[in-house]
């Protein structure tokens, strides 16, 4: 593995490599990994990996070590560091069938990362594009005033909306960072007539009816409007494949009390379970057992 002079074959790797004992501690680094990964260009040895990498980086390495110590086999996995985003491969070294440490090695691919980001900056566009169209159809057709065109509209801005949401969940993917949980306050009443207006020409074609039923007392809770109605809407569609014609589904919403805190619960009313009319006492009805919960 060295030359006479001490210096390591694995210096003539383009690629950073980091050997680390089955301790946690580094036992070598070559001169990429010093390069790239260690500010001011400081020897890491004896450093442990914990120390090397930060956020998630530090706990994807430790994982991966982990892994291979316990296995006994070599482990891929993803890294972003120092704003570069890398594929590693961590592998066990042996001696005499005993483990006795484990080397990773980094492949750098910004070119992945970088052409990801472009799609991102590329779908921008066309959304901005869709939200003048659709203002604009808003204005010619006199769609404020005539419901059938403001409904369009309104279904279309709000995906979006939504559309928008996932953008920005992607680019803080892709930029290392972790989503944020929202700190807003949900107003459930508006997400449900949000996903009854989305899902009305599904009900209509299937010939069933769905009834949206709001405790008139309703109040909010923290949590996120878009994952809301996402969850909402694919579970009510995952019931109306199974709702007979002419039947109804109930979509109810009230307020719970629970073991952390205030919040909502919304559920799906079993399809052969009649469903009170809009001006039935919303609350009692809520109290029964749906087929489906989405709780805030």
Not at 217 to 231: I, N, P, S
């Amino acid at each position: 593995m060295s030359d006479a002079q001490g210096q390591s074959l694995l210096d003539f790797l383009e690629a950073p490599v980091l050997v680390g004992d089955p301790d946690g501690n580094v036992v070598f680094a070559n001169e990429t990994f010093i390069r790239d990964l260690c500010p001011g260009g400081e020897q890491p040895h004896g450093m442990p990996l914990a120390l090397l990498f930060a956020g998630g980086g530090r706990e994807a390495v430790l994982t991966a070590v982990a892994e291979v110590c316990s296995r006994g086999e070599s482990v891929k996995f993803r890294l972003r560091e120092g704003g570069n985003g890398y594929l590693a491969l961590a592998s066990p070294i042996q001696h005499e069938e005993s483990r006795v440490g484990v080397i990773i090695q980094l492949t750098d691919e910004p070119s992945m990362d970088s052409r990801l980001l472009d799609f991102h900056r590329e779908i921008q566009e066309p959304l901005d594009e869709t939200n003048a169209c659709l203002e604009e159809l808003l204005e010619a057709t006199g769609g404020r005033r005539h419901e059938r065109f403001r409904d369009l509209v309104e279904r279309g801005t709000q995906a979006l909306v939504r559309a928008r949401k996932w953008s920005e969940e992607l680019h803080t993917i892709l930029c290392g960072g972790r989503p944020k949980m929202s700190t807003d306050t949900v107003n459930p009443g508006r997400v449900l007539h949000q996903v009854e207006g989305r899902l009305a020409p599904e009900f209509n074609k299937a010939r069933c009816r769905l009834d949206v039923l709001i405790d008139p007392k309703l109040e909010g809770a923290l949590g996120d409007e878009t994952l809301l109605e996402t969850a909402l809407v694919r579970l009510i569609r995952q019931r109306l494949s199974d709702a007979p014609v002419d039947g109804a589904l109930g979509l109810l919403a009230r307020n719970t009390d629970g073991d952390t805190g205030p919040g909502v619960l919304i559920s799906v009313v079993d399809p052969g379970m009649p469903v009170a009319s809009a001006e039935g006492d919303a609350g009692s009805l809520a109290d029964d057992e749906g087929q489906g919960d989405a709780a805030v």
